[in-house]
């Protein structure tokens, strides 16, 4: 049990009292202040809904982190992270929680001498070489 879902209980059940007093002073003709808590009501039920959204939000994360501690590969559909994003699925963010791929980064590479030298000797047809590169 989170954190955020013991609020979000709390929260419903002031909200749930909060609808019985609201019910009560509408009844005794106290009608300003029903509808005064019955703002407060909604307001309780909003919270409490972000609450357990955000437990919902917790356990997802656990779950994953989880899931990656075993070594498995998740793909959730959803990209991993926003520089994943903008790179066109080329370059991770430092937070990313999406296991490296290796393979990834051949399938990148320029050519196969590029992979090994990390882009300090490149093979003569290879397209990114140039007379700069692996000048020392």
Known sequence: M????????????????????AAYLAATDAVWWAVALAYVTALLAYCAQRSRADHHRILAAHDRARR?????L???GLPCCTLWTLSAGEVHGPGCLRPHDPDAELQ???CADGFVSRGLAHTQPCRTASA?????
């Open 74 to 76: 998740i793909d959730d």
């Open 2 to 21: 989170t954190p955020a879902i013991r609020t979000a209980r709390a929260l419903t059940a002031t909200a749930v009292l909060s609808v019985a007093c």
């Open 108 to 110: 990148n590479a320029c």
């Open 68 to 72: 990656l501690a075993l070594g498995e």
């Open 132 to 136: 700069r590169v692996g000048a020392a």
